[in-house]
């Protein structure tokens, strides 16, 4: 089962906390994280790989604010 990183970020994207959790996929990452960081800025990430970067408030919450980057590295 793969280790995801969920980084928790202020409101000036600057990391602010660390946590390591493991999920069987990408989805369940993220289903994970929204239960148990909800309503915070989080990024998460797989590796080198940005699956989601999710604001925290809902002033910023938008189509565009909600992002699922492209890999970084393979």
Known sequence: ???Y?????DENDRVTGRHER????D??????AGR???GETMEIWEGARCI???PG?????????LHR???VLA
């Open 1 to 3: 089962m793969p280790y």
């Open 5 to 9: 990183k969920l980084y928790r970020l």
């Open 22 to 25: 493991p999920y069987r996929d």
């Open 27 to 32: 989805a369940a990452a993220i289903a994970g």
């Open 36 to 38: 148990e960081f909800a």
């Open 52 to 54: 989601l970067t999710c």
């Open 57 to 65: 408030n809902a002033a910023r919450r938008s189509a565009d604010a």
């Open 69 to 71: 980057p492209v890999d």
